[in-house]
């Protein structure tokens, strides 16, 4: 069983910066690529980042350019820095595996961003 928790969403204003953590415990061994997904009211979830275990990136146009996605192995911790966030960034955002797993997703954590 795997169990993750997000924070450090919030609310900010356009043109400004987030950092989002995801602590990762349990049978984390399992989990080789993680990722950032989104989801923005009435839409479905979507990848936004990911990074392999060996640290290579791959980014959703989107948020190319300013979202940078990050892992600590050592603290089995996978960060997101967000920045430029412009108000079509707002949503919840859940980290999970990629490809994902249902089991896996936590409550995530809610980016407001303000015009």
């Known amino acids: 069983q795997v169990q993750l928790v997000e924070s450090g969403g919030g609310l900010v204003q356009a043109g400004g910066s987030l950092r989002l953590s995801c602590a990762a415990s349990?049978?984390?061994?399992?989990?080789?690529?993680m990722g950032w997904y989104h989801q923005a009211p009435g839409e479905q979830r979507k990848l936004v980042a990911y990074i392999s275990s060996s640290g290579t990136t791959n980014y959703a146009d989107s948020v190319k350019g300013r979202f940078t996605i990050s892992r600590d192995n050592a603290k089995n911790t996978v960060y997101l820095q967000m920045n430029s966030l412009k108000p079509e960034d707002t949503a919840v955002y859940y980290c999970?595996?990629?490809?994902?797993?249902?089991?896996?997703w936590g409550q995530g954590t809610q980016v407001t961003v303000s015009s």
């Open positions: 999970n595996s990629v490809p994902l797993r249902t089991a896996y």
């Open positions: 349990g049978r984390i061994f399992s989990i080789n690529t």
